[in-house]
């Protein structure tokens, strides 16, 4: 195994600028009183490289940055977190991205979005070497990085799974509407695919989750991850799927939940978990990434995770629900 890297996360990254409580904005000329202002790490990529290191895990980041101070402070945020940055490249062609994320009182958000250089990012960029040795590759922003997008995806997605990689993919918002046909290709080469449920209903037209996870099969991905938000999970996987619930925390941003929330299970399935087990880590990560303002700097540590497991002990996680699934054989993962 590469000593330095067990997943290697390839993603895009930002700059979030996140206010809150934003329920409406004022009237033009006018001021609007805010409780808070947060400048943090962000962007899929980002987000899931820290979550995975402060879950104890060796993460190298692939990544794009313009040659702007933005960019310098991207780069010192990962590499303040043990992350190998090693590939996070530079570009002269884009600024570094920015977010300005509008959180209201609920914790939810609105983003106003640069994209910036992560218009340039493109599979080109990828060091393999860091990527041979790794147990997982995981791809953080599927629609998010337009270079990717097609063929240049499965080829990513295929070479890793060819040199001995587990493989791992996170859908985004599809800004252009196109969604399956964009990244279908790749789906044969993916492990783990981790859409939310909105997500999941426009890559396959379905609204159940069972039905959603049937489609994904049928594209060739082995296990699929349905994020529920506060309702928990609903997993799927070669030997049938499960719903796992949730933990009630009240939020204060949502802003990284989803990126948390993969990172942990993908942390789960490095230490040989069960999907079970997984599921309810990955549950507890994302809830406790809702209780503080940011995406990178809201993730919790390993231990942080555990000690919200332990405290919650029979009240979350007990009342898995089973469905019985075609697909039959041992998971790699478990």
């Known amino acids: 195994m590469n000593p330095t890297c067990e997943v290697f996360c390839a993603g895009n990254a930002v700059v979030d600028v996140l206010a809150r409580p934003v329920d409406g904005l004022a009237a033009p000329g006018a001021s609007q009183p805010l409780e808070d202002v947060v400048l943090g790490p962000g962007g899929n990529g980002v987000n899931t490289a820290i979550a995975l290191a402060r879950?104890?895990?060796?993460?190298?980041?692939?990544?794009?940055?313009?040659?702007?101070?933005l960019g310098e402070i991207l780069r010192q945020a990962v590499r303040a977190e043990g992350v190998d940055n090693s590939n996070v490249i530079s570009f002269k062609e884009g600024r570094t991205s920015v977010s300005m994320v509008l959180v209201d009182s609920s914790g939810e958000r609105r983003l106003l979005h640069f994209r910036g250089a992560n218009a340039h990012f493109s599979a080109r960029h990828l060091n393999w070497d860091l990527v041979k040795g790794a147990r997982l590759f995981h791809?953080?922003?599927?629609?998010?990085?337009p270079s990717f997008d097609g063929a240049p995806l499965a080829e990513t997605m295929g070479r890793a799974r060819q040199i001995g990689c587990l493989t791992s993919m996170n859908p985004c918002w599809d800004l252009s509407g196109r969604w399956l046909p964009l990244i279908e290709p790749a789906l044969a080469y993916v492990d783990y695919f981790y859409p939310n449920q909105e997500e999941g209903r426009q890559l396959t037209g379905e609204t159940g989750l069972r039905a959603i996870a049937e489609r994904l099969h049928q594209a060739g991905v082995k296990t699929v991850i349905v994020k529920l938000g506060s309702a928990g999970c609903y997993v799927d996987g070669p030997e049938g799927g499960f719903s796992c619930p949730g933990f009630e925390v009240r939020a204060i941003d949502t802003t990284g939940a989803g990126d948390c929330f993969a990172a942990a299970f993908l942390a789960a399935i490095c230490r040989d978990s069960s999907l079970i087990e997984a599921a309810r880590f990955a549950n507890a990560a994302g809830a406790l990434a809702t209780l503080s303002m940011g995406g990178g700097d809201s993730a919790p540590t390993r231990e942080q995770v555990l000690e919200f497991l332990t405290n919650r002990a029979g009240r979350s996680g007990a009342g898995l629900e089973r469905e019985p699934g075609p697909y039959i054989g041992r998971h790699r993962g478990s």
């Open 55 to 69: 879950l104890g895990i060796r993460v190298a980041l692939a990544a794009p940055v313009g040659e702007d101070r």
């Open 139 to 145: 791809y953080a922003s599927a629609f998010a990085l």
